[in-house]
């Protein structure tokens, strides 16, 4: 297996496909589709693309951070006590370990994502 590998954008293979957990779920009841590229670290990196459909859950990062890119869509993140910051397509953010608060999907999204488990 080779050491280099590309994160494809618009993957062509049918995604994984399933509903947002009902624990986190806020409002509505989103399909989210998920192209799982790369793990490695023994599982402790994960990289991969991933859509939502407009919806508001709690986002929680219990022992792991999130790199985010988007590549499509439009997002509000609320953490907790905070105020609320919007992503737009072409935005990377960085939810750290220990983040806590609202993510509102106000346009369907598209996401590069890394995490890094402890």
Sequence with gaps: MSLLQTVVQHPSEAPATSYADPKILLEGNPLLEKWAHVASGNDKIKVGVMTCEPS???SVKKGFFEFCYLIEGLIELTED???TVT?????TF???EGFAGTWRT???YKK???CVYD
């Excluded at 992503?87 to 935005?91: F, I, N, P, S």
């Design 81 to 83: 006590g905070g105020e």
């Design 94 to 96: 960085l939810l750290q």
């Design 56 to 58: 508001v859950n709690r």
């Design 112 to 114: 590069v994502y890394v």
């Design 106 to 108: 106000v346009e369907k």
């Design 87 to 91: 992503y737009k397509a072409g935005d």
